[in-house]
Structure formats: C-alpha cells, structure tokens
C-alpha cells in the first residue's frame, strides 16, 4: 500500500467525519432550542394537565423511542408519586351541589339563605357557609334585577316542556327548520 494513497484516504475520511460532526452539532443544537421551548411550554401548563402527559404504560414494542415513567415525570417536572394519586370523590359534596343547582334551576332569585333554608327542609345538613361556597364554586349568583331573571328565564332556562333545551336554541332550531321548509318548497 503506497502511503501517500493511505493519507489520501484518512484524510477523505477524516473529512467526512468533520461533515458529519458538523450536522450533527447542528442537529443537537435545534433539537437542544426545542426542548427548552417545550420546557417553557410545558411549565405554563397546570399540574393536572402535565400529569395526564404521561404515558404510565409505556410501549414494550418500541424500547428505544419510549421512556421509563420516571424519565417522563423528569422531563415534565412532576413527582412521579403524584401522578398515581387518584383523589376520593365526596359523594355527600356532589349530592349537596347537585341540590343546590336544582333549586337554583327552579327558583334563581333565592340567595345562600333561602337555599340553605331549603336544603335544610330537604334534610340535608350544611351549613351557610357551605352553601355560599359551593353556589361560589359553582358560579351561581342569584338573579336579583327584575331584567335578569327575564332574561335568564326565556333564554338561559332549561324547559321541562322543551325537552331541557333552552328557549333560544329551540327557536333557533324552529327558524331553520323554516328556512329548509321554504327552500324546499
């Protein structure tokens, strides 16, 4: 082998792997920006929503491209404990809210008192200040001008006789059921 043919070769070679290395610096360096702007993204999201990002199961078939649990909840910047923990659902909590709706839905001018009252009379025990923090979670105010629960009962009511739709979306839907009655005709 003559040796001016070998350095040819090596240095072919070694440009090569300088052509190389350079796209993949460039590769490392995009990819390097990109997960610091995923990273800032990913911040701006709430813990709930970064918890339901990972993927507790991950894929046996493709080992390379999955990531172990732990990995995901590093990435994410959440306590791999935390994403395990399912909440107990207060079902007294629900039925108390799910009361208070209903007598919103039927009577809308009642404030915390009159609502705690009928609760009471139900046979729910609650006291005001729960009332008044539930109705707050829920965002119920109570309809206290004469124009809002004018407002509130022709168009934001759900109507047992309109089959629990609002008085607006059934004359909507009447108006282009004429409209497709005239184009028809």
């Known amino acids: 082998m003559e040796p001016s043919k070998a350095v040819k070769e090596y240095k072919d070679e070694l440009i090569k792997a300088q052509v190389q290395n350079e796209r993949l610096t460039a590769l490392v360096g995009k ?69 208070i709706v209903k007598v919103f839905e039927r009577i809308p001018i009642y404030g915390e008192k009159k609502v705690h009252q009928q609760l009471l009379e139900n046979g729910h025990k609650v006291s ?21 629960y004018i407002e509130f009962y022709n168009y934001r009511r759900f109507h047992e006789t309109l089959k629990y739709k609002e008085p607006m979306d059934v004359h909507q839907e009447s108006i282009k059921l004429n409209q497709k009655k005239k184009r028809a005709s």
């Open 128 to 148: 005001l200040n729960t009332v008044a923090r539930y109705r707050q979670e829920l965002g119920l105010k109570a309809v206290t001008d004469v124009d809002d």
């Open 31 to 99: 990819v390097t920006v990109e997960k610091e702007w995923l990273v800032k993204k990913l911040k701006s999201l709430g813990l709930s929503n970064r918890k339901q990002l990972v993927d507790l199961k991950p894929s046996l078939l493709h080992t390379s491209s999955s990531l172990s649990v732990n990995h995901q909840c590093q990435l994410l910047g959440i306590n791999r404990s935390g994403i395990y923990y399912k909440p107990k659902i207060n079902n007294a909590k629900q039925v108390i809210k799910h009361h």
